[in-house]
Nanobody
Framework: QLQLVESGGGLVQAGDSLRLTCSAS????????MAWFRQAPGKDREFVAV????????DYTDSVKGRFTISRDDAKSTTFLQMKGLKPEDTGVYYC?????????????????WGPGTQVTVSS
């Protein structure tokens, strides 16, 4: 099992940057694929970014490509989401998630473990 906790959210202005951190506790972190999802008010939770177990494969939703970067530090059981050029439409609660298959997939139902989320608010 993994326990996940996100941090790094906040209130920023359009164009600013934030780095989200997902800290994991539990066994075999390095075997999990790690992802970020987000949920805006009144909307469904959506995929943002994923990194596979080895760190060699990443994928992003189209709206964040070129602005967001996902990475992992297995020695610290940590996953990061570097966000640059933030836009008001990036506002939402950001969730970290882990899937035991280790593969870089975007489907929400595949993910076994979730953090409680961190709020990101981007003002215009």
């Amino acid at each position: 099992q993994l326990q996940l906790v996100e941090s790094g959210g906040g209130l920023v202005q359009a164009g600013d940057s934030l780095r989200l951190t997902c800290s994991a506790s539990g066994r075999a972190f390095s075997t999990y694929a790690m992802a970020w999802f987000r949920q805006a008010p009144g909307k469904d939770r959506e995929f943002v970014a994923v990194i596979n177990w080895s760190g060699e494969i990443t994928d992003y939703t189209d709206s964040v490509k070129g602005r967001f970067t996902i990475s992992r530090d297995d020695a610290k059981s940590t996953t990061f989401l570097q966000m640059k050029g933030l836009k008001p439409e990036d506002t939402g609660v950001y969730y970290c998630a882990a899937n035991g298959r280790g593969s870089a997939v975007s489907q929400l139902y595949v993910y076994d473990y979730w953090g409680p989320g961190t709020q990101v608010t981007v003002s215009s």
